[in-house]
């Protein structure tokens, strides 16, 4: 069946523009997690959502990142006035329920010029 | 606040060698994962692993659980190229009001050569 799908796959902003990053879960998932990888390190966790509701952002950096599930399914990870510092690979991530096994998206690489 | 860390961070093998990955972690968790990632692609996993004693198999790979000391092992036995990728555990983050959120430690660059 179909996986977490991502889009874009790539994105190249100029430092200060407003990015939009679209996740797929798989068809199904209540749970719905988005991290963030920068070159060399493993993934953080950005923020959490529990069908259409964030139950968790804590991991989120700044108040220029915003996410949303408005129907449940498909999120939006949006960034805005992009720095250099963003330019990491931002990975999405659904499951049956919190407590259930992961599934990853191949990943949105964001890089800020 | 939970930590993951692993080691070595890097390393080199040669083909049909026998290597152990650690995985240590700071604070009580329920579930243990670890994963595999090659260049430019997202994150497959290998191992669930969820209580005291645990161990899968799976090919040439070996992961173990002990809870007790908060430590996890992934045992590559007799290396192939083919192995060659980044490993990550990561520990799911059960308090503090923690909505299960996986925390990864840095990940080992396993490179084998012939």
């Known amino acids: 069946g179909a996986g977490v799908s991502q889009s874009p796959r790539y994105k190249v902003a100029k430092r200060g523009q407003d990015v939009a990053l679209r996740c797929d879960p798989i068809?199904?998932?209540?749970?719905l997690f988005w991290y963030q990888q920068a070159l060399g390190q493993g993934p953080e966790f950005l923020t959490y959502?529990?069908?259409?509701?964030?139950?968790?952002k804590s991991g989120l950096p700044s108040d220029r990142f915003f996410a949303e599930r408005p129907e449940g399914s498909v999120s939006t990870l949006k960034i805005q006035r992009t720095q250099q510092e963003d330019s990491a690979v931002y990975l999405c991530?659904?499951?049956?329920?919190?407590?259930?096994?992961?599934?990853f998206g191949p990943g949105t690489r964001l890089t800020v010029t | 606040e939970l930590k993951v860390e692993q080691n070595p961070l890097f390393l080199s093998m040669q083909e049909g060698k026998n290597y152990t990955i650690y995985c240590n972690y700071s604070?009580?968790?329920?579930?243990l994962y670890w994963y595999r990632q090659d260049p430019g692609k997202s994150l497959e996993s290998l191992f669930v692993l969820l209580s005291n004693g645990a161990v899968k198999q799976e090919g040439r790979l070996m992961a173990s659980l002990d809870t007790k000391a908060r430590l996890s092992t992934l045992h590559i036995t007799a290396a192939v190229h083919d192995l060659s990728a980044t490993y990550f555990c990561a520990v799911k983050d059960s308090y503090g009001g923690s909505q299960g959120n996986l925390i990864f430690g840095k990940g080992t660059k396993l490179s084998v050569k012939p």
């Open positions: 604070t009580t968790s329920d579930r």
């Open positions: 991530a659904s499951g049956r329920g919190w407590d259930y096994e992961q599934y």
């Open positions: 068809s199904g998932h209540v749970s």
């Open positions: 959502f529990q069908n259409e509701a964030q139950l968790d």
